[in-house]
């Protein structure tokens, strides 16, 4: 019977051990994720952003530099009898040209080399000074997220005495995701390119959008 009792209050003390430590060990992780997480969200979105802004910028500049765009590829200054600045008149065309063959070449070189995989050091998603830069490396995985939206802009800004700034630019929005193991986060990133513009000498009325035609 003393036996039994020994085996029963050995067993008891073995099974409070073992839920302790389990208890312990998921108290540690559920701690060690809220320190991983954020820090890992961050580098990956820094990774992710950097990768499309060298995509998109290298994409751009190869086009445009292809194409050497002017302001009279995208708009005409309209003026009266009076010789006034009636009105500015767009060129879709040549706007939906630049549009469609932009979307078409980022997309495609967004799908291209997004597939890559960066590496980072484990410490340095443990949110600490000394670990920083130290450990194995883990792959963290940049794609796109559909397709990269252009939208041409209009802009006026005063240019000086009697002067009004015309800036047509290229406005794209890209949506990304970047994965490191047991994480994935999306991140929506914003670039806008100028393609061209024109300083217009004497008064022009009412500058606002729906003086574009």
């Not at 000086?160 to 490191?180: E, P, W």
């Not at 994480?183 to 574009?212: K, M």
């Amino acid at each position: 019977m003393r036996y039994r009792k020994r085996s029963n209050r050995s067993q008891c003390r073995l099974f409070i051990f073992l839920l302790s430590a389990v208890i312990i060990v998921l108290i540690a992780m559920i701690k060690t994720e809220k320190s991983i997480k954020p820090v890992a969200e961050l580098q990956s979105e820094h990774i992710a952003q950097k990768t499309a802004a060298q995509i998109i910028e290298k994409t751009v500049s190869d086009y445009l530099e292809a194409n050497r765009f002017t302001y009279s590829d995208f708009a005409a200054v309209l003026y009266d009898n009076e010789k006034k600045v009636s009105a500015i008149e767009t060129i879709p065309y040549n706007i939906n040209k630049v549009q469609s063959e932009l979307g078409a070449l980022i997309n495609k070189n967004l799908e291209r080399n997004c597939g890559k995989a960066a590496e980072i050091p484990v410490g340095s998603l443990m949110n600490s000074n000394i670990l920083a830069g130290k450990g194995p490396k883990i792959n963290i995985r940049i794609s796109p997220v559909g397709s990269a939206q252009i939208k041409i802009e209009n802009e006026f800004s005063s240019g000086g005495l009697n002067q009004t700034c015309h800036r047509i630019s290229a406005v794209i929005t890209v949506k990304m995701t970047s994965s490191v193991p047991l994480y994935s986060f999306d991140i929506n990133t914003e670039f806008e390119f100028i393609l061209a513009e024109n300083v217009i000498v004497g008064r022009v009325p009412e500058i606002s959008p729906y003086n574009i035609r």
